[in-house]
């Protein structure tokens, strides 16, 4: 499916004619993360279904819609639940909700997942800010920016070398710090999914030095950046490294770790939007 101008201002348009709100701040909230949408303030919800040609997630754990209103005086959409590559969908239509923000003008998108742990300090429940990640999908050559480059939003060859605003990073150690939350740091790796990784995919990626792996966020950053939309992101670590092939890792447990995950992820980000 080819993503054009046009289709992007088709579904602008669409979410324009039902709310009042012209959104700064977009949160895009994955597995078992989609708690902070409850609490927006003057909510319209619309489900994925009712936007034209808005790719639709088929996975437990997100639940499907856009909620669109306030969060601590700021103007927000929230995306409850993405789509991913492994779920059939192409790059261009996995990142297109990012070129339907920019088109908003949302100004800055705040990006959550679950991921693994490849560092052996991190614990299941841990939050992690993303300083860098490593784009393994995109090094096989699935990069979201690949065909035409949409000359409205970026150049044709954007830098990628502050992907996550570190301005923004500033922020959240501040509210970490201030709410007695423990925020590791590290690198985010990204790979296709949607197998769990094997030991030794773990252990190679932590020699190349990742600290957490997941199935997805790098996409949408690489478009939020084309765009110059400034990017947060955060990973909720849902499962220890299992880097000598002694447990399993299962859908369940990424979604029992989410439980603990979102009280702390909704405190850092609602600190955030207080300070931005």
Partial sequence: MEITLELIDRI???IRSRVDVSPRVGIIL???????????KDAVTIPYTELPAWPTSTVIGHAGRLVIGTLEGQSILVMQGRVHYYEGYSMAQVTLPVRVMQRLGIEIMIVTNAAGAINPEFLPGDVMLITDNLNLVAMMGLNPLIGMNLDEFGPRFPDMSQSYDRELGVLARQVAIDNQIVLREGVYAGLSGPSFE????LRFLQTIGADAVGMST???????????TRALGF???SNKANLDGNTLTTHEEVLDAGRVLAPKLETIIRGVLRLI
């Avoid at 994955?30 to 927006?40: E, K, S």
Wanted: charged residues 10%; aromatic residues 0%.
């Fill in 198 to 201: 094997s030991p030794a995919d």
């Fill in 235 to 237: 990973s909720g670590i």
């Fill in 218 to 228: 790098i996409p949408e950053v690489i478009v939020a950046r084309h765009g110059n």
């Fill in 30 to 40: 994955g597995t078992g993360l989609g708690g902070v949408a409850d609490a927006v």
């Fill in 12 to 14: 602008s348009a669409a």
